[in-house]
């Protein structure tokens, strides 16, 4: 097409492994467009700016063929920087901004304004001195030309609106010197509805400027508004370029979802009988804050015995859904699971009623990798529901009085230990302070004195020790024994007990048994702690026959393959690992479960033995299922409702044979009017 | 630099400041206790403070840089004690011996950081914990190298140094203040003054500063800045060139030091510090450290330490590399650390070549949160209001000690205990105000006025 265009894909394949992710793209785009990316997720959006990008991804994981051209020559863009240089910029969809820097600061980020001072000319440039008026000068002009012309440009990033750092990103890209194409990444997700427009102005504004742009969305109205001409993406594949002024939403719809013919993953077994209609499950006004996946109030109701599908694209909130509801996230609203109301935030609780979840995070929550088959499946049951455990002290009932008696019992126990250590410590101390102490240490200080004097006669005169004036009475017993034992005991054993006050005698008292009184507090709290055990049930050990056998019927019923139900989680295959994560589940008996993204990184043969596991445990134990997959082809091929989530809410419930276009504008957040939504 | 709107919310500051405040109740509490004089406290004080500040301000790049607690000035301080080792066998007395160890520290810590920092770089989010255990693993070939290589493979002529006089290994405490290398001193002696009179130079430094500062220097013109900073007709920012901004910036710290001038004047408070000397080249040096902490926040290099420190994802989205700023960070600041101990050695006049670095770490840690800093923010103000409370209390402690449990050892217990103390309660507040899931409101978020209550 030559230099017209600023930007020009032209074949690109890009491949990992044996997965072709993006096949014979080719798109072009001129200055001063803006060109709509539109897809589902893993259609190949990512990865084909991944390319434009030069991530290191897509080099380490042997690069792409085809051949990209910026201004009419070939590139290869080696790195993130190296795309910088050549003047392309990003809008990231997560905010690349420093929430403790100023808005100028951000902008400036490694671009400073510097002046040379002395030390800088010595010791390199990276210590001159930041210009700061020049560089808010910048930032002024960048933040006036995406239309914040009311911002404060030293204003703090943190307390900034979210939608006000959506338009601090796109400053700092314009200011950049040299920029030729901007990729805007979902830039509107996070924006209100006036933010929003304001954006598509600025997109407008800057793209007038010669500015090419790139602006992927998911939401159809706002690429009829603002693009010039829209490229569809669909499996890797090229679906379709388009200008807009020749298409429209419903065409667009279709072009994200279509699918080939309705080829299924799995056959699907009639049901011996029809649904009753009744609700399982009733959720109203639903919000979780589960971070990249937030559900800002869902309502739906799953009946009885259905397969019920949730979908939607990433990051619209389908997965929060199940985890709401589960409690692994913060969780409000209303949930009534088979006419009751359901706990929400406390996962022990919604588990004890019957509910079960396979969650989308096998490694993270879902299994414990270095831990054997067995322990797996039968780990949840046995923290939840307390089975595949044996007693290991006989199991006692509690006597009649019960708690009282025993809350004494406890509290006598302490009283022993707290008293053996008073007698140990505190008598001490108040014995060096009483007055018959210090005068027997007065005394105890001049017999030595004495004796010191008697030893230096000793030795004179050679008589023997009987010649050594000593004081009176016990005092000499007590010197006698005086440096084995320390001070006060031998003074109070040894020195008469008459001459001790009423308040001493209890203080002795306490300080010859105070090791008893230790033992015994000791002694009595083991016991009761024993006796508590007996009681609860709580000393257990795995009842390993059991849990052999429930977990050699799982490899059986599920097909795991495996050397055996010892052999560690960690070394499975995924398909099988995921297989053991089924197997959990159902050991905790459930009666309604959750599937979150049950095919995930598995193979397709893997895949449909998961889908048909569950289709079979739907029809033959008549277990009611919620699945939330990103796929919608499997949907469509087990599900008997399918709900689509689009920001949070539930944008549509549709047929499994439901119109493309309809589940394609309900992903984009409209909610169809036609015939098809259920 | 920045200018909010924040208003002031006195639940959130006491929040904050939570350890600096305890300290200072503590301090309060423990000076009556100790019934010591204010003369003494003061003397004592100013010899600490002008032994531990510089190793205190060491500690700020790396908290700036997002590092955390940088325990392994320990090595820099093993460093400049190698320095020092050799000044002395050269027998260099004085000042000039001080600065041939200086000198001589900067590359030995200066190597000893970029293998730290090199290390830390490998294990990012566990930096404390890593330096802290380096510092011991470093303990250890250091007594290698000073029990064995010493005398054995690198000749001490020196026989004062070593064990017994013998050709192994150096001994356990050398005296700095022997014979004719005596550096005990060497840069405390060099210039000594009255506190009063300390007081009145810094002052008068600090204000001169302040005027210069408000000259607006574009209207002279051989002082012209960068060609990109000249202001340009249709400027925006007028305010920050008036004199009335500037003045309300530097007002404050003027206040403080005219107020400090005034309140001296009264005897009584003048009587309080008249044992107290101050080593003024000491305190050109610790002030000079403070000065590069400031002035480097404001050079592009300082902007990265910065943008690093916040977030290492954003910094490196903007092209900065972040592990060779990480590594500047660490090896200034251990290159800094071998000059604070050198400030040390010299002040205390006594080196025990075993034990002599083994807590600065901790201790200077310990001081710079308790002036109010956290793992992440750190300021020289902080380092040395922290370093001026945590050895108030090193001074009264023992005496609290023996006045209350008639014993001082209980109160050298103490100290070592606040010291791990204050690190752990730093540690627990970060942990706690940076909980994984803070509470939002999606319902606010989301335009709906109120959360219904759930049906019952």
Redesign the interface.
Known sequence: MGAECVLEFKNITKRYGTNTVLHDVSLSVKPGEIHALLGENGAGKSTLMNVLFGMPVIHESGGFSGEVFIDGNSVVVMS??DA?AKGIGMV?QEF???????IT?NIK????????NPV?AVLG??????????M??DA?KALDSVGMKSL?E???VK?LPVGYMQFVEIAREIDKTGIKILVFDEPTAVLTESEAKLLMEVMRSIAESGIAIIFITHRLDEVLTVADTVTVLRDGKLAATRQVQETSLIELASLMIGRTGSESVVDLPPREEALTGKIALKAN?L?V?M?GE?V??ASFEVREGEIFGIGGLAGQGKVGIPNGILGTF?A???VELFGE?LP?NDVRATLSKGVAMLSEDRRGVGLLLDQSIEDNIVFSAMQVHRRFLKGLLPRVKAAPPGKVLRSAVWALSVVLVLAGFFGLTRYQLAFNRSAAVKAYIAFQKQATAVVGEADIIIEDTASSADDVVLPSGGAAAALEEEEAEPVVSVFLSEKAADTLTPGEKILLFFANSAWAFLAAGLLLAAAMYAYQCMIKGSVTLKDTSGIRALSKQMIHDLDIRCTGSGQLVGTLSGGNQQKVCIARVLALTPKFLFVSEPTRGIDIGAKRLVLETLVRLNREQKLTIVMVSSELLELRSICDRIAIVAG?KVAGVFEPNANDADIGLAMSGITPERSGAV | MNKTGKSFHFGTWLRDNAVMLTFVLLTIAAIPLSAMKLTTIFFELASRISRNAFLILALILPIVAGMGINFAITIGAMGAQIALLLTLNWQIPGFSGIATAAAMTVPLAGFFGYLVGKLLNRMKGQEMIGSMILGYFANGLYQVLFLFVFGQLIPIANRDLTILGGKTGISNTLDLNKGVYAVKGGLDNLWKLPFGDALYIASGVVLFFMLITMIDMSRIPFLKKSKLAQPDDNAILVEDKSIAYKLKRRLPIAIIFIAACAVYQIPVVAQQFMMVRVPMVTAICIALLGLFNVVIMRTRLGQRFRAVGQSQTVANAAGINVNRTRLIAIILSTIFAGWGQLIYLQSLGIMQTYAAHESIGLYAGAAILVGGATIVRATNGQAILGCVLFHVLFVVAPKVGVNVFGDAAIGEFFRVFVSFGVIALALVLHGLRNRPYKPRDLRNEAGIPAAPKPAK
Do not use: C, V, W
Not at chain 1, 96 to 102: A, K, Y
Not at chain 1, 109 to 116: A, K, S, V
């Open positions: 993130p920087h910088m990231h690349m901004l420093i929430p403790g820097f100023s600061e980020l490694n671009r400073e304004i510097t002046h040379r800088s440039d990276n210590l001159e001195l930041m210009d700061m008026p020049a808010r000068r002024r404060d030293l204003a703090l307390g006004d919000f804050e971070p937030m800002k109030g913060p409000s609203g209303q109301p929400l949070g």
